[in-house]
């Protein structure tokens, strides 16, 4: 059975740091590129960033860039974001992603609140 738990997700004030996790199961993790995606109350479903299979390439969204770092360790089957200087406008809830060709997973989502 296919799993993206996502986990790490919660209240914080502006500027400061949160650190989600994906854990992936029941699918050839590190054959998968991931991505973390956020969806705001009343917005669309947004890509966040991207990371290949092994880790050497990465994608940001220009609202990111610079503040969040994506990253994989292929061995324990996770993907974290890492999210610094956070603003109010990234308050959304969080979803991982997997996807290799036509087969995709979605995690279902961790809470992420910036407010002070």
């Known amino acids: 059975q296919v799993q993206l738990v996502e986990s790490g997700g919660g209240l914080v004030q502006p500027g400061g740091s949160l650190r989600l996790s994906c854990a992936a199961s029941g699918f050839t993790f590190s054959s998968y590129a991931m991505s973390w995606y956020r969806q705001a109350l009343g917005k669309e479903r947004e890509l966040v960033a991207s990371?290949?299979?092994?880790?050497?390439?990465?994608n940001y969204a220009d609202s990111v860039k610079g503040r969040f770092t994506i990253s994989r360790d292929n061995g324990k089957n996770t993907v974290y974001l890492q999210m610094n200087s956070l603003k109010p406008e990234d308050t959304a809830v969080y979803y991982c992603?997997?996807?290799?060709?036509?087969?995709?997973?979605w995690g279902q989502g961790t809470q992420v609140t910036v407010s002070s």
């Open positions: 992603y997997a996807r290799r060709l036509s087969r995709d997973y």
């Open positions: 990371i290949i299979t092994d880790g050497r390439f990465t």
